[in-house]
């Protein structure tokens, strides 16, 4: 047991002692690359305040397209549900979802997903609560095809989904932060919730019934995102960086 302690105790010092130079090694490292891009603001922030970069937002498009095949997954739940689609994590906040639509039993929310919590998530939802696991990607067009709307909890470097669902003209709520900062335009595409209290998730799930979104500027704003802009910015930025 001495012995244990004795280790541990030196193995942190020597952690400590090593940090201020590894840290000084990567901080020139990063400085001495030409560019640097990144998805989202919110990563941006993040990269500036480590290594004092401020690297270039070059968004993602999103992968699901209108066009292909769609195919109903196998559900109860009607026309018009809400949609998730995470992985079954804890830092998902899924279960401040699960809560909401508890006390709900007139809305359905599908989830698209596995992860470690699947079990869990599974005993504790209520009938109108449907847990799919994975999907295919035919299934997944068809579920945002039809859902009502996504909701899009986490706390995520890049908000891919509502960029998926807003291809479909489907509409997001998303938590306030990271990722969904860019990918989400509040009154546009969606609407935010500032935290997970259950009440105002509730809330503006009611907003939104009240005031629905324009199915086409949705669509719209979604385009923004498109594969064509991306590779155009990326073929811009090898142009600048390679000769």
Known sequence: ??????????????????????????????????????????????????????????????????????????????????????????????????????????????????????????????SNIHLLGNVNDRELCWLYGHAYALIAPAFEDYGLTPLEAATFGTPTLALRRGGYLDTVSEGRSGYFFEDLDVSSISGLIDKLRENPLDDDEIREHASQFSEERFASALRQQVSLHVA
């Open 1 to 126: 047991m001495l012995d244990t302690i004795r280790n541990s105790f030196v193995l942190r010092n020597s952690v400590r002692a090593v940090t201020p130079p590894l840290r000084r090694w990567d901080r020139r490292a990063a400085a001495s690359a030409s560019a640097y891009y990144t998805t989202s603001s919110a990563m941006s922030a993040e990269i500036t305040s480590v290594y004092g970069i401020r690297p270039l937002v070059i968004s993602p498009p999103p992968l699901c397209e209108v066009s292909g095949p769609w195919e109903r997954p196998r559900t109860r739940a009607k026309d018009g549900f809400f949609l998730v689609v995470s992985r079954l994590l804890p830092y998902k906040n899924l279960d401040r979802i699960f809560a909401v639509f508890a006390e709900r039993p007139d809305l359905d929310l599908v989830v698209v997903g596995t992860g470690p919590l699947g079990k869990t998530l599974q005993q504790t939802a209520t």
